[in-house]
């Protein structure tokens, strides 16, 4: 059994326009989203063991709040150039070449492409992820390789506006 988590980079900044798309950062909701939900999520009991990242900034620095969290060093996040404007097929390949040694994923991108992966993958209807959502599932698979034709099911589905966690 494998845990897969894709999780939307937190809510970003439009304010500077000579900076790249690729380039954006976290605006203030999204450095204050990132950490919210990555401890969310770890005091769930939800671990993870390695995580990828597009290597759009908004995106690592969204990546980086959960390795924060969960005690990852920056030097060990996964950052693939991939994931960014990644559509269905890109993250099919790029969790298939996940090391066996990884047990607990965690996968950060974008949309639309996340959003259509997710609720493409058959375990829960998913027509929208918001920004920083995290979108968790299990699998059956003995091997990351085997991540397309094993059998998985829904696990949750988060976001930082969710009214179950609203006080």
Same mark, same amino acid.
């Given at each position: 059994?494998?845990?897969?988590?894709?999780?939307?980079?937190?809510?970003?900044?439009?304010?500077?326009?000579?900076?790249? !798309?690729?380039? #954006?950062? =976290?605006?203030?909701? $999204?450095?204050?989203?990132?950490?919210?939900?990555?401890?969310?999520?770890? /005091?769930? $009991?939800?671990?993870?063991?390695?995580?990828?990242?597009?290597?759009? /900034?908004?995106?690592? /620095?969204?990546?980086?709040?959960?390795?924060?969290? %969960?005690? +990852? #060093?920056? &030097?060990?996040?996964?950052?693939?150039?991939?994931?960014?404007?990644?559509?269905? *097929?890109?993250? =099919? /390949?790029?969790?298939? $070449?996940?090391?066996?040694? %990884?047990?607990?994923?965690?996968?950060?991108?974008?949309?639309? &492409? +996340?959003? @259509?992966?997710? &609720?493409? @993958? *058959?375990?829960?209807?998913? !027509?929208?992820?918001?920004?920083?959502?995290?979108?968790?599932?299990?699998?059956?698979?003995?091997?990351?390789? !085997?991540?397309?034709?094993?059998? #998985?099911?829904?696990?949750?589905?988060?976001?930082?506006?969710?009214? @179950?966690?609203?006080?």
């Amino acid at each position: 059994m494998r845990t897969l988590y894709l999780i939307r980079h937190a809510k970003s900044g439009w304010d500077d326009p000579s900076l790249s !798309d690729h380039d #954006r950062p =976290l605006n203030d909701r $999204g450095r204050k989203d990132a950490p919210m939900m990555a401890e969310r999520m770890r /005091r769930a $009991g939800h671990p993870i063991d390695v995580i990828l990242t597009s290597t759009a /900034r908004r995106a690592e /620095r969204t990546a980086m709040a959960f390795a924060q969290a %969960y005690g +990852i #060093r920056d &030097g060990d996040l996964v950052r693939t150039r991939g994931l960014y404007h990644a559509e269905a *097929g890109d993250f =099919l /390949r790029i969790i298939t $070449g996940i090391g066996d040694a %990884y047990r607990h994923a965690a996968v950060f991108s974008h949309n639309p &492409g +996340i959003t @259509l992966f997710a &609720g493409g @993958l *058959g375990v829960a209807a998913i !027509d929208h992820m918001p920004t920083c959502a995290i979108f968790g599932l299990v699998t059956e698979a003995v091997s990351w390789s !085997d991540f397309a034709a094993a059998p #998985r099911r829904f696990l949750f589905f988060d976001w930082p506006k969710n009214p @179950l966690h609203q006080r």
